[in-house]
């Protein structure tokens, strides 16, 4: 990883499904970082009204998060059909990152980050692209920074047992081997590390629960080279909770 990352701080989540509390909150907490990165499932396909749930994202949340001026990157997660028209679109937004591309950023500290994100191919159709990778290992020696790709689903580092893994997500660490790769997919990870590295490249999934009063994510400080969960876990015999920390230094 290149001297360019020394001063950022990114915050990752994922699976937020049209939790508007949640998206509210990030919005408010945008400020405090040089970029936000949302690895898939930005909407609920069981919910009511997918598209609605992408119009209040396109026309309420979106233009609130960018008054803060701060990056947004997001890859598209299983539950994410009816908005992916939305998650490309964003690529024509000047400092969005929308699905299926790589960009190269110049954040507001000066540093620079190359992002690429992933869409979701559960089901391996149509095939992964494997352009935006290439791109990325270009403009990662080029530039000489860091490189974050989003990909909805994790590997098997960071999954459940009994659940596949992604099998081409290992592949391309193997063959292009990116810096950090934020996921999410699985929620619920009590018994599951919310960092693993997988060869050379640090892989994270924060995790969450649908009720905790903010979205559990992972505070990724390259100054500090630390990485943060940061979760709301319930006090036992209570309806009360409190927030929970685990840092891993990378």
């Not at 509210?24 to 930005?42: H, Q």
């Not at 233009?63 to 947004?72: D, S, Y």
Request: net charge neutral; aromatic share 8%; proline share 6%.
């Amino acid at each position: 990883m290149g001297e360019g990352g020394a001063s950022m701080r990114i915050l990752l989540t994922a699976d937020l499904h049209s939790n508007r509390a949640w998206y509210e909150w990030l919005a408010a907490e945008a400020s405090r970082y040089d970029l936000l990165a949302i690895a898939g499932d930005l909407i609920d396909a069981f919910g009511i009204d997918e598209q609605g749930q992408v119009d209040w994202l396109r026309g309420t949340w979106l233009p609130k998060f960018r008054q803060q001026g701060v990056p947004l990157a997001v890859c598209s997660g299983n539950h994410d059909l009816a908005a992916e028209a939305w998650l490309i679109a964003l690529n024509t937004l000047q400092d969005m990152v929308g699905d299926g591309v790589t960009r190269l950023l110049t954040l507001r500290s000066g540093t620079k980050l190359v992002i690429t994100t992933c869409p979701s191919n559960q089901w391996g159709d149509p095939p992964p692209l494997i352009a935006p990778w290439e791109e990325g290992t270009r403009l990662r020696d080029q530039e000489q920074c860091p490189w974050l790709v989003l990909h909805h689903e994790p590997p098997r580092e960071l999954a459940p047992r009994k659940f596949d893994s992604s099998l081409w997500l290992k592949w391309q660490l193997g063959r292009f081997h990116p810096d950090f790769v934020a996921c999410g997919h699985f929620h619920i990870t009590r018994n599951l590390p919310f960092a693993a590295k997988v060869g050379t490249t640090w892989c994270f999934q924060a995790g969450q629960h649908p009720k905790a009063p903010r979205p559990y994510h992972i505070i990724l400080d390259l100054s500090g080279r630390t990485a943060t969960r940061v979760r709301m876990v319930s006090l036992r015999g209570t309806l009360s909770g409190v927030e929970q920390t685990h840092t891993v230094s990378l």
